[in-house]
């Protein structure tokens, strides 16, 4: 973390404990392995947010699987649709794949994942999310598994960043804001000011 943040001054609420992620995580990667017994799924998580998350569930895993990263551009309104950033570097054609995301928000970004992944023409196509946060869904996108559904709120924390912050914290928390900006402002400058 960077030692110019105040950590004391930005950080708001704690939402989740190191020690309930832990459980929840242990509890999703005990389901996946019980739907996947006697196949080898690929995981694929998203980066950069998905890093921790994606790690920890395949610590957890009790069954085979490989492991692979996407990383995505912002989702474009305009354009409507986000660009591949880094690509697969398995094939993913007849493989039962497990898209594994930080937060999943609108959606938009999840849905049009989904639809280049389908277009490789994998055997099955399921979707992780460590926070699932239904209030600003715009696509109707399945959630497989999810660790947690919250609010619309802005939070830091196990892979959620704000300005590349705070990715590293165990805990989960809101971000203060003592202007008063609202959660959604405070998304867009954080995902504009990202290096």
Known sequence: MSRNIDVDTRLGQRVFTRGEIETRVREIAIAIAEDYRDRRPILIGILRGAVYFTVDITRQLAIPFDLDFMSLSNFKMGLQKAEIEKDLNEPVYNRHVIIVE????TGLTLNFLIKVIESRRPASI???????CRERRIADVPIDYACFQIPDVFVVGYGLDFRGNFRNL????????PSGRNTQILKQT?????P
């Open 102 to 105: 930080d937060i999943v928000d």
């Open 126 to 132: 399921k979707t992780c999310a460590f926070l699932d």
């Open 170 to 177: 165990y805990d989960v928390f809101t971000l203060h804001d």
């Open 190 to 194: 954080g995902k504009r000011n990202q």
